[in-house]
């Protein structure tokens, strides 16, 4: 009953949103004005008229009031900052245009875009979990099921039930084979044939979301479940394989009157190639002044504490396989290299000095990278490089492993901030690595790379694995 009562009201969600969204934009205005003794004469009337209709214009045009259900809590908020910040910057346009600005109190206003930014993503985060709360109670939820009992589909059913939070409840599989022949871990429940599944979905409206895992080989079945689906008011999703995986994230080229898909391509072409440098260059240059001093700080401690040179330069393939030297303060005493052979550092490894266990406890040693950012050798976000030598071991083990060239190396990466970091001991280490690093290109944009520059901000530095 109350399942059935709050996915009723759930598309109400989106005229609440609306609503909140211009009471907190709108209290916050007045509550300054009152607070500042500013009188809301025609002049401030009209500001807050235009911030009201450019923000519902522009959460429009970003869909920002669609379902975050599935959405991660910092895309959420990436997006709200985003159309407020929009928002703000129209109105200092339009100020500057106008030369109305003098008429304003800018303290008054700043505090405005300043109070409103935070409340827009507090109340948002709060409701949220509030939502997540009832889901993993039972309630709000999202009926879910899953046609094909492949890995594909046993996957998708793991992630269900290890993420309450999503509100997704998984009621079965339906397919037409005997479950004995499914090679999977997971201990599912087989409610039918595949056409039972469409007969259902026929009958009531009591499945909101159909997954059909099933391999794209069997075309012509798939396109009968879907006409077969296509009679229902349920949401049907498709799960691609690795092919089709491939071919979602490839890209159109023109050869003559020839089409051709670029499979295994970089995601940095044209703009989002000049973004990418942008942002390195920019983000450097900012971060710079506040790594100065304990780069200076770390290398008289380096120089003082051991002999050797204070930078350390690795051999390392870069974008497109090219080799680069890569900087890191030095963390270990010299010692001669094994020929033909990289020893990595192991957990209390006799090698490391004692300033150098401090930095690369902490990341530290990997700050002189800053200046490769800056040469265009690498970014501040991306696959982290690995030594020759292991490239030419792991790329005959793992499928798709040079694919990692396919960008520049990071200082950071989305499999660093997710603990796939440190000694790659055993081979399943690494192919976790390598998996989180596919992701990363496959999936890349300017608000994954801020994504991953707070997480490792905030836990990346320090990691039990870094040693």
């Known amino acids: 009953m109350y399942n059935g009562l709050l996915t009723t009201i759930q598309s109400s969600f989106s005229a609440l949103y609306r609503l909140v969204d211009l009471v907190v934009i709108s209290g916050l205005f007045l509550i300054i004005l009152l607070t500042k003794q500013i009188t809301l004469d025609i002049n401030y009337l009209v500001v807050l008229l235009l911030a009201l209709s450019s923000f519902l214009f522009l959460s429009q045009t970003f869909e920002l009031y669609r379902s975050w259900r599935t959405s991660t809590t910092f895309t959420m908020m990436a997006y709200t900052s985003l159309v407020w910040g929009l928002t703000c910057t129209i109105l200092i346009t339009l100020a500057y245009f106008t030369k109305t600005g003098a008429i304003y109190s800018r303290l008054a206003i700043g505090l405005w875009f300043i109070s409103t930014l935070i409340a827009l993503n507090i109340w948002r985060v709060i409701f949220r979990a509030i939502l997540f709360k009832f889901r993993r109670t039972g309630l709000n939820l999202k009926k879910v099921v899953i046609v094909g009992l492949t890995n594909a589909g046993d996957k998708l059913a793991k992630q269900i039930k290890e ?35 469409i007969a259902l979905a026929k009958q009531n409206n009591d499945i909101d979301h159909i997954y059909i895992a099933l391999p794209m080989k069997a075309e012509e079945r798939i396109q009968t479940i879907l006409t077969g689906f296509s009679d229902s008011t349920a949401t049907v999703h498709i799960i691609p394989d690795f092919f089709i995986y491939n071919l979602l994230h490839a890209r159109w080229q023109h050869i003559g009157t020839m089409q051709t898909l670029s499979v295994f391509d970089t995601p940095f072409e044209g703009f989002s190639k000049s973004l990418k440098r942008l942002e390195d260059i920019v983000l450097t240059l900012l971060i710079f002044p506040f790594t100065a001093i304990p780069m200076l700080v770390i290398a008289c401690a380096v120089k003082l504490t051991s002999k050797g040179p204070i930078l350390f330069k690795q051999n390392r393939y870069g974008l497109d396989g090219q080799e680069i030297n890569v900087y890191k303060f030095r963390s270990m ?19 490391v000095t004692k300033v150098g266990a401090f930095i690369r406890r902490t990341s530290l040693d990997e700050l002189p990278q800053l200046f490769n950012v800056l040469k265009g050798e690498m970014s501040l976000v991306g696959p982290r490089p690995h030594a020759v030598e292991h490239n030419e071991e792991y790329r005959s083990l793992i499928g798709g492993y040079m694919l990692r060239h396919k960008v520049k190396p990071g200082i950071t990466g989305w499999a660093q901030v997710n603990g796939w970091r440190g000694e790659t001991d055993t081979l399943d280490k690494m192919t976790k690595r390598v998996e989180y690093d596919l992701f990363y290109i496959q999936n890349w944009s300017l608000m994954f790379d801020l994504r991953i520059l707070v997480h490792t901000l905030f836990t990346g530095f320090v990691n039990k694995n870094a040693y």
């Open 163 to 197: 993420n309450p939070e999503l509100g997704l409840e998984l009621l079965g599989f339906y397919d037409d084979r005997d479950p004995s022949r499914f090679n999977g871990n997971g201990d599912h429940t087989l409610l039918g044939a595949i056409d039972d599944a």
């Open 333 to 351: 005493q010299l010692v001669p290299k094994t020929e033909g052979k990289v020893v990595q550092a192991t957990r209390f490894d006799a090698r």
